[in-house]
């Protein structure tokens, strides 16, 4: 069958930027008989044991209990199931001071500021429909990232693709020891009556920089002024995974919907998205997920709430799981660090978190599609850094350097992996010289 497709059925039926990518990753894999590829294109988390043990330990107990059966025989909220929801209000007013509740005094509604959801990614595109697209009356509103390159996964939640704008960052260069960061540029971002919301990730995939506490309230307080939502898309964010290698305080208030999710903390499997935020956001977001989903699985639900109440999760966080990927970006920045050419304008980009790398080689002299390609050959497969900059319009030589690498692979074989991108990156230079400094 070949039915005709609507607009949002042509939008949403197409992949778009590493996704696409990971089909000719998963291609090059397949077709590759007997070849041996080191794959840092990877964004799934690594099984930890201990990670793993908890979550084992959380099921048996879900097992044993009387709870079992309501847990999943049974619908339940859309908001969520109650007691993940009291887990996370009691976790946050203790650990933050914060004031939240979760199934609101005498159930009004006004009171709610918990949802879960079927994994974050469902939350963005929730917000990204929600408030940016078409109003009413047909003015266009924007999905704003503010500061580009950003999740890739932002370029596919808008059903109204020219909805999103995102903005090209400053970059602070540390030329001596080869190491960058992207700021926001508050000189060129523009929250306007025109935007719908704003989103960014904070630990950042791909580039694992944190925005500042004081840059996120500056960003906040001009969405505030336009009665803007912001969301704060904290996937690798403390508590919990706690992949922040840095010192970062999660931000609240009015128009901050902080968007969690159990992904990177070991749940990938059970969806679990979590935001908090006002009352009334929360409650514009739970409707859109009873019409598109009900509710996130409830045993996912069930098994988080003892993760969380126990403290094993906030714990295992920082003991097990920041280490692990800190540990990691320190054996390849070093390794780079060793086998890259000094005189060469490569600069890696200041690791704050997440569970990538992001390497910039300044006037590569042939695109990033070409050298991943060039890397594939080498045995080293990593994904082009091109595919993270959604929304951002206009040409950028900068967007075709980059490169992603994921910090899922072994101690080894991140060492191996980045002495053969150090020999890729000379021979392709040395096919033009003058890029040395
Ligand atoms: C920054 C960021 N946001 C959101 C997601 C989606 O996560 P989830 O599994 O909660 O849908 C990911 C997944 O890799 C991510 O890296």
């Known amino acids: 069958m070949n039915p005709a497709l609507s607009q949002f059925g042509t939008q949403m039926s197409q992949l778009t930027g590493v996704r696409a990518i990971m089909k000719d990753i998963i291609e090059t894999l397949k077709n590759s008989a007997g070849k041996e590829f080191i794959n840092l294109s990877a964004?799934?988390?690594?099984?930890?044991?201990?990670?793993?043990?908890?979550?084992?330990?959380?099921?048996?107990?879900?097992?044993?209990?009387?709870?079992?059966?309501?847990?999943v025989c049974r619908y339940g909220s859309s908001q969520g199931y109650a007691p993940l929801i009291e887990a996370v209000v009691q976790d946050f007013n203790q650990r933050y001071g914060l004031s939240i509740s979760g199934l609101g005094k005498a159930k009004a509604l006004r009171d709610r500021n918990i949802l879960i959801t079927p994994g974050s990614q469902s939350l963005y595109f929730y917000g990204a429909n929600a408030f940016g697209g078409y109003t009413t009356d047909g003015d266009l509103r924007q999905v704003v990232l503010p500061l580009s390159p950003d999740y890739t996964g932002y370029g596919g939640v808008s059903l109204t693709p020219e909805a999103l704008i995102a903005y090209k960052p400053k970059l602070e260069i540390n030329q001596k020891n080869h190491r960058f960061k992207y700021r926001p540029d508050f000189s060129q971002l523009e929250i306007t009556e025109q935007t719908g919301c704003v989103i960014f990730s904070r630990p950042c995939n791909p580039t694992g920089n944190v925005l500042t506490d004081e840059e996120v309230s500056k960003i906040a307080t001009l969405a505030k002024k336009q009665d803007v939502p912001v969301l704060i898309d904290s996937a690798y964010a403390p508590p919990f995974p706690a992949l922040n290698f840095t010192e970062m305080n999660p931000q609240f208030g009015d128009n901050i919907i902080h968007c969690m999710s159990l992904s990177k903390a070991g749940l990938p499997g059970e969806r679990i998205g979590i935001a908090i935020g006002d009352p009334n956001l929360i409650q514009i977001l739970e409707s859109f997920q009873t019409n598109a989903a009900i509710h996130s699985s409830r045993y996912g639900q069930a098994i988080a709430s003892r993760a969380i109440n126990s403290g094993r999760l906030a714990e295992i966080s920082t003991e097990i799981i920041r280490p692990h990927y800190q540990h990691k970006l320190e054996v390849l920045a070093a390794t780079l660090d060793k086998e890259m050419p000094n005189d060469l304008p490569w600069y890696l980009h200041q690791g704050e978190g997440a569970i990538f790398a992001w390497l910039w080689i300044k006037d590569l002299?042939?695109?990033?599609?070409?050298?991943?390609?060039?890397?594939?050959?080498?045995?080293?497969?990593?994904?082009?850094?091109?595919?993270?900059?959604?929304?951002?319009?206009?040409?950028?030589?900068?967007?075709?350097?980059?490169?992603?690498?994921?910090?899922?692979?072994?101690e080894s074989e991140i060492v191996t992996a980045m002495q053969k991108l150090a020999q890729v990156t000379k021979s392709v230079i040395s096919k033009q010289p003058t890029l040395l400094q």
């Open 43 to 71: 964004g799934n988390p690594v099984i930890l044991p201990e990670v793993e043990q908890l979550w084992r330990d959380c099921t048996a107990d879900l097992l044993a209990s009387k709870e079992y059966g309501e847990v």
């Open 365 to 410: 002299p042939i695109s990033d599609w070409e050298f991943y390609q060039e890397l594939k050959e080498v045995g080293v497969i990593a994904v082009p850094g091109s595919t993270f900059f959604p929304g951002l319009k206009g040409a950028w030589k900068h967007k075709q350097e980059c490169l992603r690498i994921s910090l899922t692979a072994t």
